[in-house]
């Protein structure tokens, strides 16, 4: 059974860090690329952050360039997603997406909450 479970999600304040997890089971985590995608009330979902197959190439949305960082451990079945200076426009739920050719499969998002 496909699973991508994401975890790290909570409330922060402005101006703090989290790191989101999500951990892949039931298909070969090194043949896919990841990404992170994020939906916020009444918006549309956006890409965050996209890694390849074999890490070496990210990509990131614009308001998320040098402030979110993404990265892969393929022999632990996991990406993260390093947030630093969040912001309150950074709320939203957060997803995982594994992508290969055209199989994909999604998390359940888990909930960040960027307020003082």
């Known amino acids: 059974q496909v699973q991508l479970v994401e975890s790290g999600g909570t409330l922060v304040q402005p101006g703090g860090s989290l790191r989101l997890s999500c951990v892949a089971s039931?298909?070969?985590?090194?043949?896919?690329?990841m990404s992170w995608y994020r939906q916020a009330p009444g918006k549309e979902r956006e890409l965050v952050a996209g890694?390849?197959?074999?890490?070496?190439?990210?990509n990131y949305g614009d308001s998320m360039k040098g402030r979110f960082t993404i990265s892969r451990l393929n022999d632990k079945n996991t990406v993260y997603l390093q947030m630093n200076s969040l912001k309150p426009e950074d709320t939203a739920v957060y997803y995982c997406n594994a992508r290969r050719l055209v199989r994909e499969y999604w998390g359940q998002g888990t909930q960040v909450t960027v307020s003082s």
């Open positions: 890694i390849s197959s074999g890490g070496g190439v990210t």
């Open positions: 039931g298909f070969t985590l090194s043949n896919y690329a």
